[in-house]
Nanobody, 122 residues
Framework: VQLQASGGGLVQAGGSLRLACAAS????????IGWFRQAPGKEREGVSCMSQSGGTTHYADSVKGRFTISRDNVKNTVYLQMNSLKPEDTGVYFC????????????????WGQGTQVTVSS
């Protein structure tokens, strides 16, 4: 199983980026998905998650209204559209998948991607 994240980069505050996470070795439609980030010197935090059906999503308060999680089960890829970026969004972004879904974001994830760097300049 491999999750390959891409789409990170350097962007000015107010700009946008679209992260992608291509999955191989598994059927994405069977998995809930999550995006996380880790800023320098800080713990990893959950950004967003989506159920297997795509019908339920959750977002961290810090990104609500600016970020959108989505999935394309045909392409076996998940996305994170990030708009109105702020310097505090800087960090390494990770995708993850989990086969179990309750009523909210999974506590643990089975598989993780390698991360992609997002840097937002002021």
């Amino acid at each position: 199983v491999q999750l390959q994240a891409s789409g990170g980069g350097l962007v000015q505050a107010g700009g946008s980026l679209r992260l992608a996470c291509a999955a191989s070795g598994l059927t994405l439609s069977y998995y809930a998905i999550g995006w996380f980030r880790q800023a320098p010197g800080k713990e990893r935090e959950g950004v967003s998650c989506m159920s297997q059906s795509g019908g339920t999503t959750h977002y961290a308060d810090s990104v609500k209204g600016r970020f959108t999680i989505s999935r394309d089960n045909v392409k076996n890829t998940v996305y994170l559209q990030m708009n109105s970026l702020k310097p505090e969004d800087t960090g390494v972004y990770f995708c993850a998948v989990e086969s179990r879904w309750g009523s909210s974001c999974p506590i643990e994830y089975e598989y993780w991607g390698q991360g992609t760097q997002v840097t937002v300049s002021s």
